[in-house]
Structure formats: structure tokens, C-alpha cells
């Protein structure tokens, strides 16, 4: 497994931007999948990005899309989300997540198939 850090949340207006940085222990980070949840009060985690391995494949959840960018750099073991045009019901706990993946292009969307997670960063857009 590898631990994850994320930073880089904090308060926004909407239509403003930030981004998100999750930094990963291990030499192995490139044999992971990658991925971004969150957590709204009160609502279930769901899936935001998902990046592969070698950082060719992407995945988005539908409100994101157009807005959000994952990407990876594995020679410093992080990912990041960029988040564009951020609306309040983007406001949420982002958690960072990887998963063993033996495909280098496979980009896992699943929440139960990531084994590490780190602990979260708030991210708040007022209207």
C-alpha cells in the first residue's frame, strides 16, 4: 500500500478555481491507479476522477466534467485535480485514493476496489 497526503483546499467564490495536490509515499506509485472522491455532510463518498497508471486514461464524473482535470507526475509520486469553475455544490471533503492496478491503462472508477485512501481535504465555495 502507499500513503497518500492531499493539501491545497480551502474557501473559494463560485467560479473560482483550486487545486488539489495528493502526494504519495513508496517507490511503486506508478503501479497504481489514482483516483479523487468526495464526501458532501451528509451524503454518500462518490467518485469524482479517476487516472491510470501512466496517466494516458482519465475518467470524470458527469458534474465535472469540462471542469475538472486529474493528472499525475510520477517521478514525484503526485496527483493532482485541477477544479475550474467551482460551484457550491462542489463543496466537499476530496479525498485522494489509489489502487494496485497490473494494466497500465486501466482507470478504476469503483470505490471499494482502492485500498488506500488519505485523510481528506475540505474544499468550500460560497455562492
Known amino acids: 500500500q502507499v500513503q497518500l497526503v492531499e493539501s491545497g483546499g480551502g474557501l473559494v467564490q463560485a467560479g473560482g478555481s483550486l487545486r488539489l495536490s495528493c502526494a504519495a509515499s513508496g517507490r511503486t506509485f506508478s503501479s497504481y491507479s489514482m483516483g479523487w472522491f468526495r464526501q458532501a455532510p451528509g451524503k454518500e463518498r462518490e467518485f469524482v476522477a479517476g487516472?491510470?497508471?501512466?496517466?494516458?486514461?482519465?475518467r470524470y464524473a458527469d458534474s465535472v466534467k469540462g471542469r475538472f482535470t486529474i493528472s499525475r507526475d510520477n517521478a514525484n509520486n503526485t496527483v493532482y485535480l485541477q477544479m475550474n469553475s467551482l460551484k457550491p455544490e462542489d463543496t466537499a471533503v476530496y479525498y485522494c485514493?489509489?489502487?494496485?492496478?497490473?494494466?497500465?491503462?486501466?482507470?478504476?472508477?469503483?470505490?471499494?476496489?482502492?485500498?488506500?485512501w488519505g485523510q481528506g481535504t475540505q474544499v468550500t465555495v460560497s455562492s
Open positions: 487516472l491510470s497508471r501512466s496517466g494516458g486514461s482519465t
Open positions: 485514493a489509489a489502487a494496485y492496478s497490473s494494466g497500465s491503462r486501466v482507470v478504476i472508477t469503483t470505490l471499494g476496489q482502492y485500498n488506500s
